[in-house]
T-cell receptor
């Protein structure tokens, strides 16, 4: 596989569930990102990791918990989400922070 | 103030015609980067083209070119000879500051381009 992959592609969960989104990049990049894309709103940066260390956390609610076990993998752990958290969650990676970001296909999340 | 403004929510263009998608930006930083991404209905954001603020020439990548007018703070995307597969959302984005250590991309609200056969 090449590029940035994300699983699952679609997810429906209740507000009391716990689930995780997975992102994997096969580009040898050192930086990885989580974005949220809601309808009719600009893409919002949620978290940034560089060499497995978090460098950015844009005031994201604690019900979203990122994890970066190595430079190729990034997770977003979800618990007790709200319906307004329904969105497309995009993962991206770049060779270094500040360089061109390459995105995965996203996970479409619906919270009921 | 909006950092990135895309004033065209939607555009319809005849196949094989050229398309210009508008993007204006706002920054006081002399060093910045501008990006265009394409997002088909499948959801993936596909990187198209990049322009650095100090680049002397307009960026080009195949059928894509960036009309960079620094004084006007505009970075319009031009697609030549449009194809049906160009139908998608297009996002303009900006990174303020030099490459190193500046991770944040600010995105515009996008333009939905529809190519008509």
């Amino acid at each position: 596989e090449t590029g940035v992959t994300q699983t699952p592609r679609h997810l429906v969960m209740g507000m009391t569930n716990k689930k995780s989104l997975k992102c994997e990049q096969h580009l040898g990049h050192n930086a990885m990102y989580w974005y949220k894309q809601s309808a009719k709103k600009p893409l919002e940066l949620m978290f940034v990791y560089s060499l497995e260390e978090r460098v950015e956390n844009n005031s994201v609610p604690s019900r979203f918990s990122p994890e970066c076990p190595n430079s190729s993998h990034l997770f977003l752990h979800l618990h007790t989400l709200q319906p307004e958290d329904s969105a497309l969650y995009l993962c991206a990676s770049s060779r270094q922070i500040g360089e061109t970001q390459y995105f995965g296909p996203g996970t479409r999340l619906l919270v009921l | 103030a909006q950092k990135i403004t895309q004033t065209q929510p939607g555009m319809f263009v005849q196949e094989k015609e050229a398309v210009t998608l508008d993007c204006t930006y706002d920054t006081s930083d002399p060093s910045y980067g501008l990006f265009w991404y394409k997002q088909p209905s499948s959801g993936e954001m596909i990187f198209l083209i990049y322009q650095g603020s100090y680049d002397q020439q307009n960026a080009t990548e195949g059928r894509y070119s960036l009309n960079f007018q620094k004084a006007r703070k505009s970075a319009n995307l031009v697609i030549s000879a449009s194809q049906l597969g160009d139908s998608a959302m297009y996002f303009c984005a900006m990174r303020e500051g030099p490459n190193f250590g500046n991770e944040k991309l600010t995105f515009g609200t996008g333009t939905r381009l529809t190519i008509i056969p």
